[in-house]
């Protein structure tokens, strides 16, 4: 059965609506980005089955997805129609993402946040994301429960995916944060903040300080601490 999810997720759990629910699924830019795609082609949707039912030709069909996801068939159909529209090969890749991102945080950098993302997706690491690739990322990040959120933070923040997290790659990431959410956003966005969290959080994560991160270390941390909760909520804004 599906997880409620009661870590305060009431918005998400609308999931079952047959309609792509905003208030839940608006705040991604992946979703604003094949949402405006669909709706540049006009509502007429009749031949949205049809065009689902050619999906066929890739690996998983639309049911296996409503079954791997927590999108129902008329969001799976909603998402694959922007995704054919903007991606007619029906792969995108990394230029893809860093053009998504400048458009939405066009007062920053947003470069190597789009690069390090684009990895995070591409599971098999072959340059380019497929579909179901894409939809099972977005199902996690915004429906997931807390746990299965983190491993794919975790899995973000891991750059050269061998199972850790260094210091190193925890600044690089939260750097490309700062650098596309752009220095006058926020107040608190001063040029030492990244290193200042990345020093903070470290300390609390790498519990038996061998200087790497693990994935227990990393879930069960920021289970724990509020702060570093909250820090994972602004992260997810900028998916």
């Excluded at 979703?31 to 998983?60: C, F, N, Y």
């Amino acid at each position: 059965g599906k997880d409620p999810n009661p870590g305060g997720q009431t918005e998400g759990s609308k999931w079952q609506k047959p309609r792509l629910s905003r208030k839940s699924l608006m705040k991604c830019c992946l979703v604003k980005w094949i949402i405006a795609s669909t709706t540049q082609q006009g509502p007429d949707s009749s031949d949205s089955d049809l065009e689902l039912s050619m999906v066929r030709h890739q690996p998983e069909g639309l049911e296996q997805l409503q079954a791997q996801t927590q999108f129902t068939r008329k969001e799976l159909q909603s998402l694959y129609r922007g995704f054919k529209n903007e991606c007619p090969s029906g792969l995108v890749d990394e230029e893809t993402f860093k053009t998504i991102y400048s458009q939405f945080f066009p007062q920053g950098d947003a470069t190597t946040y789009a690069h390090f993302l684009f990895n995070a997706f591409d599971m098999d690491r072959n340059g380019s994301i497929r579909f179901e690739d894409f939809v099972l990322g977005l199902s996690v990040l915004l429906r997931g429960s807390v746990t299965e959120k983190l491993r794919w933070a975790f899995n973000l923040y891991d750059i050269n995916k061998d199972g850790y997290i260094t210091k190193e790659e925890m600044l690089a990431i939260m750097t490309s944060i700062y650098d596309m959410m752009g220095r006058y956003t926020l107040p608190s966005v001063r040029d030492d903040s990244p290193f200042e969290h990345v020093e903070k959080f470290f300390q609390k994560m790498d519990r038996n300080r061998d200087g790497v991160v693990t994935i227990d270390e990393f879930i069960e941390t920021c289970q724990k601490d509020e702060n570093i909760m909250a820090s994972m909520q602004l992260f997810e804004n900028v998916i």
